[in-house]
């Protein structure tokens, strides 16, 4: 069974830094692209970043310049380095991956979210 867990969110003051970690578990052949999404009560699923197998990175101009995305394969963990962080940014983060099954199938899977809280 395919699994995305992620850690390191929590509550920071405004300006402050957290970074959050998500590893893939289970049995799979590949990972395609992996990312970071967020959620507001009553608002839809945003990407806030993505990244793919080769590194290329894709960013939500919300977070352009204060948030950086980077990935382990080796470990099959992504990362998500937020700095400078607002109230704004206030959400559940979710994070995504297109994983290439045991079936060789393609299928996006995603964590359980992890909550991060600015206060301002």
């Known amino acids: 069974q395919v699994r995305l867990v992620e850690s390191g969110g929590g509550l920071v003051q405004a300006g402050g830094s957290l970074r959050l970690s998500c590893v893939a578990s289970?049995?799979?052949?590949?990972?395609?692209?992996m990312g970071w999404y967020r959620q507001t009560p009553g608002k839809q699923r945003e990407l806030v970043a993505k990244i793919t197998i080769e590194g290329s990175t894709n960013y939500a101009d919300s977070v352009k310049g204060r948030f950086t995305i980077s990935r382990d394969n080796a470990k099959k963990t992504v990362y998500l380095q937020m700095n400078s962080l607002k109230p704004e940014d206030t959400a559940v983060y979710y994070c995504?991956?297109?994983?290439?099954?045991?079936?060789?199938?393609?299928?996006?899977?995603w964590g359980q979210g992890t909550q991060v809280t600015v206060s301002s």
């Open positions: 995504n991956a297109d994983i290439l099954t045991i079936a060789n199938m393609w299928r996006d899977y």
């Open positions: 289970g049995t799979f052949l590949s990972i395609n692209t």
